[in-house]
């Protein structure tokens, strides 16, 4: 009961009461007509803060609101406004998110956070030097709320104090600063801390904190205070990007408000920003000072109620050209083109140094200016100048050169006086294969073109004035190397050889020397040597037919050191020569019926498939003498024949004839068969079907097989079991003749050898081939026919008509 009195008086005196902060808006018991949604921010804050001094929370207070008319719906309005962060809005529209993160652990715990809105890059005065120091979000000025408390703090309402008393006796609260100025301590009462530094409120509560507390007068507890969060204060900015109202943390300075703000408005200063406080200019602040000096003086603490106003700029200037900072500069009155270079962070590297072009406007025309050097400290840009700073020439006032056949080739300063030889000197002489019987310079002349000097290098070194010339700026002097003169020759070698190819001719280079070069003989070189060296003379002898001169020498293989010392000429050919007979063993492959598969190497020359497969054993009871073939590999030298033929067929999205043909060659084929008729083999030996092997053959002896294969466009692709009385027609009707497209004209049989046989016809009579066990009846598609179209038909019967014609008058 004494509790729910506590709260009637509470929410009473938040309703009635003159000193609290609702008087205005609640001052009678009749809370029907309350609108939350009118109230501001700081009078929701102020009902927080005396909540939480009464240690009364809302929910307990809901059932009295209730009682006393207030709509539910506002009371949960009300409700959510105390709960929630508060969200302060400038009359720009700019809201500034805050959350409070409570912990008793941190001498200074985060109040508010206030976020700007989002930055807008200013593309429209992005060349305005310190235009963009307020667009970049990780440089925006926020003070450190982590930091120890400043002891020069002033208190005021919304601040909140963390007071802890530890020793032998303990006790630890956050007392918030109430609107009044006061902080509410249990045991010991309410003390008036507004107005006060930190500092002198922490002596304040330890001397009433000492009035209660025993042990603490007698120092066996101690007191520690500290401000554990800070108010937010309302400051205004005018003449910014986004001018109006901002709440910020009490701590907060000019630059984070400039900041939020989002810095000088398109014609803002940046020079003469000013702060006011209680209707005084108390500073003036300059952003060129950090910018340029790094100073951070201006950036001073702000009040409640302070105002920052950005007035229009008095006078920019521009600097383009070669500067490392180009830009729009704002300027002072006194202050120098010498102060604007350093704006501009000075010339680069490029800038022609020794006077400025400036234009000037004059208020009727415009004017150009030029600025020496030893006005720049003395010439005050005018608001409006457009600065210039060109390149350097692209030329050399004592530049020389030397190249070629020199130690140091490279650009050398001039001097007047300099010599041939002084320059030779620079570069730390000539080498050794230097030509000295002349040497060349280029000299530019006074109207820029070019002229050659040609001296005799030798007598230039050696004192003589005639050749070791003067020299002049600009000269190019080359000193060419013999070895420039001298053709580069080079032989050749083939054959067996393990490395053959092109080698360089040097003197004296014989024979051994290129055998060792090429890598020494192969296994399969013959001891013939055959060297081609061509024929050189003045005239042409008709008498000699030869081309070239041949000689012919004989080596031991075994030994390349037993070769003549054959000196070779530039040029030469050498053909080391195989020997006669010199093959390794070559194999084929036997697999299938045979009773023993593999591989066999083919013992003479003409090697025939009869010999090998004796060799294999011969067939098996279960091989098929009808399906003896041997398989191919085609040779790369064959498909390389089919890629050079022209078959006269015009090009296709897919290439030409030669092109499919290759690729299917090599991608799908890959081999040829050759049939085998083993019967007739077995009979005859030396008949030509039993076909000499070549390497890498494969012969393919086929399992028996009963059955007759019939694919193609027919009704049923099957294997019909094989009867010798019957033939070709019995098949396909056995799987239900061709289907729609089937051209049974054309088609063909498989044998298991690889053969294949059509039917044909003779006096209208069609004959179909044989059928034996294994075989593949294959019938394949009809070809489209293409209808006649109306002027084919036309074309038809005018021909019809003019034969008609013509047969007529024939015969009259």
């Not at 919304?158 to 006061?182: C, H, I, M, R, W």
């Not at 060129?288 to 920019?316: A, M, T």
């Not at 083109?337 to 000037?360: C, I, K, P, R, W």
């Not at 497209?741 to 063909?748: D, F, T």
Request: glycine fraction near 8%; charged fraction near 25%; hydrophobic fraction near 40%.
């Amino acid at each position: 009961m004494k509790k729910l009195l506590s709260i009637t008086f509470l929410f009473f005196a938040l309703v009635q009461s003159s000193g609290v902060a609702a008087q205005d808006l609640l001052n009678s018991a009749n809370l029907s007509a309350i609108n939350v949604d009118f109230l501001s921010d700081i009078e929701i804050q102020k009902i927080r803060t005396q909540l939480a001094s009464n240690k009364i929370t809302i929910e307990e207070a809901e059932p009295i609101a209730l009682a006393k008319g207030m709509p539910a719906s506002e009371f949960e309005k009300l409700k959510a406004r105390l709960g929630a962060a508060t969200k302060l809005t400038t009359t720009a529209g700019v809201e500034s998110d805050a959350k409070e993160e409570m912990s008793s652990g941190k001498s200074l715990r985060e109040q508010e956070k206030i976020d700007n809105v989002k930055k807008v890059k200013d593309s429209i005065n992005n060349l305005v030097f310190g235009s963009d120091l307020f667009e970049k979000p990780t440089l925006n000025f926020e003070p450190n709320l982590k930091m120890a408390t400043p002891m020069n703090y002033i208190l005021g309402p919304g601040d909140e104090l963390q007071v802890s008393v530890y020793g032998v006796q303990e006790f630890s609260a956050n007392l918030p600063v109430t609107v009044e100025g006061k902080v509410i301590i249990k045991y010991v009462g309410q003390l008036s801390v507004i107005g006060m530094t930190v500092e002198a409120a922490t002596r304040k509560i330890k001397n009433a904190i000492a009035g209660v507390y025993s042990t603490v007068r007698s120092g066996q507890s101690q007191v520690s205070v500290s401000l554990s969060r800070v108010r937010t204060i309302k400051i205004t900015l005018i003449g910014s990007k986004l001018p109006g109202n901002f709440s910020i943390s009490s701590l907060g300075t000019v630059y984070n408000a400039l900041f939020l703000g989002g810095g000088p408005a398109k014609n803002g200063s940046y020079r003469n920003i000013e702060l006011v406080r209680n209707d005084k200019v108390i500073r003036t602040i300059d952003i060129y000072n950090f910018l340029i000096k790094g100073n951070q003086s201006d950036n001073v603490g702000l009040k409640e109620g302070d105002i920052i106003r950005i007035p229009s700029y008095s006078q920019r200037v521009t600097v383009e050209g070669q500067v490392k900072r180009p830009g729009i500069f704002e300027m002072k009155a006194g202050e120098t083109f010498h102060d604007l270079l350093t704006f501009a962070s000075g010339f680069n590297e490029f800038a022609y140094t020794s006077s400025v072009n400036v234009l000037q406007k004059n208020g009727k025309e415009m004017k150009i200016k030029d600025i020496k050097a030893s006005e720049f400290k003395t010439y005050q840009p005018r608001s409006g100048d457009l600065f210039t700073i060109t390149k350097i020439l692209d030329r050399f006032e004592n530049r020389i050169q030397i190249k070629g056949a020199v130690f140091r080739p490279n650009q050398y300063s001039y001097t007047p006086g300099m010599r041939l030889a002084d320059l030779v000197a620079k570069a730390d002489g000539l080498k050794e294969d230097a030509y000295t019987a002349r040497a060349t310079i280029i000299r530019v002349k006074e109207d820029l073109t070019k002229e050659t000097v040609s001296v005799n290098l030798g007598k230039a070194l050696a004192g003589d004035l005639a050749h070791n010339i003067e020299l002049k700026k600009e000269d190019q002097l080359t000193v060419f190397s013999i070895l420039e003169f001298k053709e580069q020759f080079s032989v050749n070698i083939d054959g067996e050889v393990k490395k053959p190819g092109t080698y360089e001719f040097q003197d004296n280079l014989s024979l051994n020397d290129l055998l060792l070069q090429a890598g020494g003989l192969t296994g399969s070189a013959s001891k013939r040597v055959e060297i081609a060296r061509m024929i050189t003379a003045e005239t042409i002898d008709d008498s000699n037919p030869n081309k070239v001169e041949l000689f012919t020498l004989e080596i031991t293989p075994e030994n390349n050191e037993q070769a003549e010392n054959f000196i070779l000429a530039p040029f030469d050919v050498i053909n080391i020569r195989r020997m006669a007979l010199y093959e390794k063993p070559e194999m084929v492959s036997v697999t299938g019926a045979v009773n023993y598969t593999g591989k066999y190497v083919l013992a003479t020359k003409r090697e025939r498939v009869f010999s090998v497969i004796q060799r294999a054993g011969g067939l098996t009871s279960l091989a098929n003498v009808y399906g003896v073939r041997v398989k191919r590999p085609i040779q790369s030298k064959q498909i390389e024949e089919i890629a050079a033929a022209d078959f006269s067929v015009a090009n296709t999205a897919e290439g030409t004839t030669s092109d499919k043909l290759t690729k299917k060659l090599t991608e799908e084929i890959q081999y040829t068969i050759i049939p085998v008729d083993w019967k007739a083999v077995v009979r005859n030996p030396k008949r030509s079907a039993n076909i000499s092997l070549l390497p890498g053959d494969e012969i393919e002896v086929a399992t028996f097989n009963e059955g007759v294969k019939v694919t193609g466009n027919v009704l049923l692709n099957s294997e019909i079991p094989y009867n010798g009385g019957r033939g070709f027609k019995y098949y396909l009707n056995a799987v239900g003749g061709t289907d729609a497209k089937g051209w049974k004209r054309k088609a063909y049989i498989i044998y298991p050898n690889g053969k294949a046989a059509v039917s044909h016809s003779f006096m209208f009579i069609r004959s179909y081939p044989k059928v034996i066990p294994g075989s593949q009846i294959v019938v394949p598609e009809r070809p489209l026919k293409k209808p006649f179209t109306i002027g084919e038909f036309a074309t038809v019967a005018s021909v019809l008509s003019s034969l008609t014609l013509l047969f007529l008058t024939a015969f009259k």
